[in-house]
């Protein structure tokens, strides 16, 4: 009966250990399970949340298990930099990417050497387009030479098509041959020879009858159709942004342009009595003679003029 008591303490002093620590593991859970039960506490400075983490250590004197939390605060957020001048140029190139990409109906306005004029654009495969349009300008005005008083007019008009190759990349630069139609690009000039005035033609010194006044008209016109090459540095079918200002030079070829001479009335070949000298220009040897020789020289001149240039500048719109 003595030996009762004794393995009672015993087995109280084995017991009481274990049920400290697990008294010991139940409190830190108890304080877990009421931590999260209450609102989480807030970094004054940065204003967020601060976060706990539960973890435990073994005391070495003791050999018992610590309950030990770890209080994280998440990083402060920083505002992100303006972007660089760099960075903005990438955006804008991305945000015309889908425009670049994409082919356009275009419209040109043109100035140049064939007046003012206006063409369309239309693409027809990569680096290949179409444009159609035309110029058109008149100009007049009156000068006097010697005893004659002139009058003329200039018109320069014509339709034309455009075949425009871009062998670059960049689809800028273009070889395009191209043809003139429907060319009314001429000059006409209406002369009158004052009466009694010496004038010379031909090697000949002439002057006009005061009862039937000289009048004469001249012409030049160019071929109706005429082929022809520019380069140029602009694309009104393709590109970033709507607009553009195409440039563009080179020369279609006219062979030698016609020339027309003609007179009427009576004329006169000075230094001679008006009995014999007046006659009428279709009868007048002399005048005529003198007449075929200042066309002949005209004509001649004209063999310079087979090849016409083309310079335009413009400023084109992409839809």
Not at 254 to 259: A, E
Request: glycine letters at 8%; a neutral charge; one cysteine or more.
């Amino acid at each position: 009966m003595r030996s009762l008591p004794l393995c009672l303490v015993t087995a109280v002093a084995v017991a009481l250990p274990s049920f400290a620590l697990a008294q010991s593991d139940a409190q830190p859970a108890q304080a877990s399970s009421s931590q999260q039960q209450t609102a989480p506490a807030v970094d004054p400075n940065t204003a967020k949340p601060i976060t706990d983490t539960l973890i435990y250590t073994i005391d070495p004197a003791t050999g018992k298990r610590i309950p030990v939390y770890l209080t994280t605060t998440p990083p402060t957020t920083q505002p992100d930099p303006p972007p660089t001048k760099a960075e903005r140029k990438a955006a804008l190139a991305a945000r015309h990417s889908m425009f670049d990409d994409r082919y356009h109906f275009g419209v040109l306005a043109t100035i140049g050497t064939g007046g003012g004029g206006i063409q369309f654009g239309i693409p027809l495969v990569p680096h290949v387009a179409l444009r159609v349009g035309g110029d058109y300008i008149r100009y007049t005005g009156s000068y006097q030479y010697e005893a004659a008083n002139i009058a003329a007019n200039m018109t320069l008009g014509d339709a034309r098509a455009t075949l425009d190759f871009f062998p670059a990349r960049h689809r800028r630069f273009h070889i395009s041959p191209t043809v003139i139609v429907a060319n009314q690009t001429h000059v006409q000039a209406n002369v009158t020879v004052a009466p009694n005035t010496n004038f010379d033609l031909g090697g000949n010194t002439f002057y006009g009858s005061a009862s039937d006044p000289l009048h004469g008209t001249g012409r030049i016109d160019l071929r109706k159709v005429s082929p022809g090459l520019t380069i140029g540095w602009g694309n009104i079918t393709h590109g970033r942004g709507h607009w553009t200002f195409p440039v563009e030079m080179g020369a279609y070829y006219n062979d030698v342009p016609k020339l027309q001479i003609d007179f009427t009335g009576t004329a006169c070949v000075a230094n001679e009595p008006p009995q014999f000298a007046c006659q009428k220009v279709q009868d007048n040897a002399d005048f005529q003679t003198s007449l075929n020789a200042f066309r002949a020289r005209q004509e001649h001149n004209l063999t310079y003029a087979k090849f016409i240039p083309i310079f335009n500048f413009g400023v084109g719109y992409r839809f």
